[in-house]
């Protein structure tokens, strides 16, 4: 994805070969320097972190795109290929069954970010003293609950973070006090937690601290809320955060050297 700034307007195309720079539909900009777009080049969706750099701006390395780079390709592989000959099993074709793992990735997200949506709606009416506009689903009433009866004061929902030393970011899913203790949180509504969900909100405490210049008070937990689609909620809580954003840095570190040394040995 190519994106660039021409005067006042915002505008991307799919690759070097599109012939076509195409307006970016949406523009969020936070902290003077840094930029997170969102929109649409050819049939792509996209959302994309910039950073000042000379005159123009640059892309920043986003904290997902960074975690999807390590491990579980053997489990993924599997699973791709569970999802097809579940497929076939079912009286499905074989040609659409080579893309039943899409189709489920697809059905997954979706449901996803609905839940996404509507936590932070209900996060944005409390912190205005509104009452939630829509009717909870169960997910959100299990959020809801957990946070009344936690007592947890939320300072801000879908938090745009970034770290000009290290030049990556991201967007937290929700900042808060617990026990008065500052936590990053986020919200996973996938089958099962893994250790790259407590290394993204290591790496979001950083940058935080980074942006806020927290010293004196900094980021002292993490709290995971999973909601798997299938329903329930579990709690996971972490107050060794350094442990969990060194981890992260290992592997934005590893990924830079990668990049780094295929160049060098002509691998693109």
């Known amino acids: 994805m190519k994106i660039k ?7 991307a195309k799919k690759s070097n070969k599109a012939k076509r720079w195409e307006d970016i539909t949406d523009l969020m900009q936070w902290h ?21 750099h000379g005159k123009g701006y640059s892309q920043l390395y986003g904290v997902t795109s960074v975690l999807n780079y390590w491990g579980e390709k053997e489990g993924l592989l599997q699973w791709a290929v569970n999802q097809a000959v579940d497929f076939i099993e079912n009286g499905g ?23 996404h949506q509507l936590v932070e709606d209900y996060i ?14 169960e997910q ?16 801000a929902s879908e938090m745009p973070v970034f770290s000009k030393a290290l030049w990556v970011a991201g967007t937290m899913d929700f900042l808060c006090e617990i026990d ?7 919200v996973k509504t996938s089958n099962y937690i893994n250790p790259k969900h407590f290394y993204q909100c290591g790496a979001y405490a950083g940058m935080y601290e980074e942006m806020t210049d927290s010293s004196e008070s900094p980021v002292e937990g993490i709290v995971i809320v999973h909601l798997p689609r299938d329903g329930g909620i579990t709690i996971h809580k972490r107050d060794d955060v350094d442990k969990y954003r060194k981890a992260f840095e ?5 990924l830079k050297i990668d990049k780094d040394e295929s160049y060098q040995l002509g691998f693109r």
């Open 93 to 115: 074709d074989t040609k659409t069954a080579r893309k039943a793992h899409k189709m489920s990735l697809k059905k997954a997200g979706d449901a996803g970010t609905d839940t």
């Open 32 to 52: 003077g320097e840094f930029v997170s777009v969102m929109g649409k080049a050819g049939l792509t969706n996209f959302h994309a972190y910039l950073g000042k």
């Open 250 to 254: 290992n592997i934005l570190y590893t």
């Open 180 to 186: 008065g203790k500052l936590y990053i949180g986020d």
């Open 140 to 155: 959100v009433k299990l959020f809801a609950n957990w946070a009344t009866d936690n007592k947890v004061k939320f300072l």
């Open 124 to 137: 944005l009416a409390l912190m205005s003293n509104d009452a939630p506009d829509n009717e909870m689903t």
């Open 5 to 11: 700034q021409e005067g006042e307007r915002w505008v």
